[in-house]
């Protein structure tokens, strides 16, 4: 007697369902996924099927398994083992500013970003990255690794060289400038209040 076969996933309506439960943007997840926005609108709307690749990368970003996607269940791991979640650079999620002078490598899960995000921080000599008001209570936490970044935040302006870390309210427009003829290099951490709107 021949197996029944499964009916195939509905995948777009899959991750459109998945993206919202995450209250994530077309734009948001464009960005941690490394998916075109236009891509992942044509997914969610069945006018595109995804190849392995774009599956992983979305994968990643949800922080999940193929299978998981797939079915709508965890495969889960075996009992008492400790499972480790890795990462490769290259699926590491990377955005740009508008300028170019400042890449920013997307280091936290995608599931944190309601309460704490953190990044690794490039900019080129002169680089600048400006940031509109995040959501009240917001702070950030700059630690620089190598050359000296220039933090503008609430109308003070102070410089942290390497090996400092400046903290600071994000809940008002703010700056990160490198000054230097140098590339700098640095981590941030994006630390909502929970709670405030």
């Keep these: 007697m021949p197996t029944k076969r499964k009916s195939v996933p509905q995948i777009g309506d899959r ?3 998945l993206r919202k439960e995450k209250s994530l943007t077309l734009d ?10 236009s891509m992942l609108s044509q997914i969610e709307r069945g006018q595109a099927n995804p190849t392995f690749a774009t599956l ?15 079915e709508g269940t965890p495969r889960g791991p075996e009992p008492d083992v400790v499972r480790i979640e890795l ?9 740009t500013s508008p300028d170019g002078s400042c890449v920013m490598r997307i280091l936290s899960p995608v599931e944190n970003a309601a309460v704490c995000e953190w990044y690794e921080l490039r900019f080129e000599p002169g680089g600048v990255l400006r940031s509109a008001p995040h959501a009240r209570g917001t702070r950030e936490h700059l630690t620089v690794l ?12 102070d ?9 600071y309210p994000a809940d008002c427009d703010h700056a990160l400038i490198n000054p230097g003829d140098c590339e700098a290099l640095a981590l941030l951490v994006v630390e909502r209040l929970q709670g405030v709107q």
């Design 159 to 167: 410089s942290v060289i390497t090996g400092g870390t400046a903290r």
């Design 56 to 70: 992983w990368n979305l994968t990643q970003s949800f922080g999940m398994d193929i299978h998981e996607l797939l």
């Design 87 to 95: 990462v490769p650079g290259n699926l590491t999620p990377t955005m």
């Design 15 to 17: 991750i459109r369902d």
């Design 28 to 37: 948001q997840l464009a960005a941690l996924s490394g998916v075109s926005k």
């Design 146 to 157: 190598a050359g000296s970044i220039t933090v503008e935040s609430a109308g003070a302006r």
